[in-house]
């Protein structure tokens, strides 16, 4: 299979018209917004609607999806905003989104900035019907810390992030870790503001689903590809820097239990293309592997299967659900201990993978 084939770009379904009367009049502003912003907003029908001052332009449009795709002009009123509100609802949970303003790419002021497609877009969050399980609640709280960790490959210190639970700091407890990676365009800031990884965590260890353990989500080394150019991809660079450098200064600096049993990587998309070649290639590093939404494992493709606790494997019910399902049918006919995920309604995108998460995260270190 050309698992490199999934990183496909996923774009938001809907395209722009002005309201009408089937639409209900109850938008309110997306969550993403700046302070004080207004628009963008969303309904209860999952309707987005866009507001931008431009009095100048003569063409705006607001594209939807990971590359900022599809989308068609908003109209321009006497006071010199451009409104529009989508023809269909988007799907639950978060999107990218930038403005054409005259053929050039831009930021919407009013919401939040997320980087993704090799840039810092605009996002906006569709209220899911599922979306307590990473809800910000009143339960004990885990913390996000950056790390530079000094790396002779690239001659550089590189960043991470590290996930640690609640009562981490005052415990002499030593976790399991959860290398984690995030997709084509994105970095290692993916997980936590896009995918509330840290709130998933929260929500599970507050309502003893899961044991804890730390997740740590570093650069993939993947924005030097660009899109179109995967078959190029090689993993040696990224899996010296995860191997040989992040992996032992984080049981160096973390309270870790540091052996293959109680290691695991997972991905999204690309992260998962990279999750595959890495655990394959070092099967003595990692015991728990995940693709969301990121390829496939086949039996003849692992040599030791004694060294395997988990495979997951998930992806969106808009993807390629069936190719998941039999995949895992048959890695467990082969004998391994392999769990499919595949999420209702969504495509290539985080809402698939904060459920994608949720479901794995429960499975791990058992």
Known sequence: MKYFAVVLVFVASASFAQTTPLIIEDFKPSS????????????????????????????????????????????????????????????????????????????????????????????????????????????????????????????????????????????????????????WGEDETAWSNQGRANLIMDNLIAEGKIKPFLIVMTYGMTNEIKFGGLRDFKVDAFQTVLVDELIPYIDSNFRTISDQAHRAMAGLSMGGMETKMITLNKPEVFSHYGLLSGGTYKPEDIKDKSKVKLIFLSCGSKERPDGVKSAVEELKAAGFMAVSYISEGTAHEFQTWRRSLYQLAPLLFK
């Open 32 to 183: 993403l917004n700046q302070p004080q912003q207004e628009y963008p907003q969303v309904n209860s029908q999952g309707y987005a609607r866009f507001k931008i001052l431009a009095p100048a332009a003569d063409s705006v449009r607001v594209s939807l999806g990971l590359g900022g795709r599809g989308g068609t002009k908003l109209k321009k009123g006497e006071d010199g905003f451009w409104t529009g509100t989508t023809a269909g609802p988007l799907d639950e949970g978060f999107h990218y989104y930038n403005l054409k303003i005259d053929g050039g790419k831009f930021n919407d002021p009013g919401a939040m900035n997320f980087y993704g497609s090799v840039r810092w877009e605009s996002g906006i969050e569709i209220p899911a019907h599922d979306q307590d399980f990473y809800a910000l609640k009143d339960v004990p709280h885990g913390k996000v810390e950056q790390i530079l960790f000094p790396s002779k490959s690239t001659n550089t210190s590189r960043r991470a992030f590290v996930y640690t639970p609640p009562g981490y700091e005052k415990s002499k407890q030593k976790y399991p870790v959860l290398y984690l990676q995030h997709g």
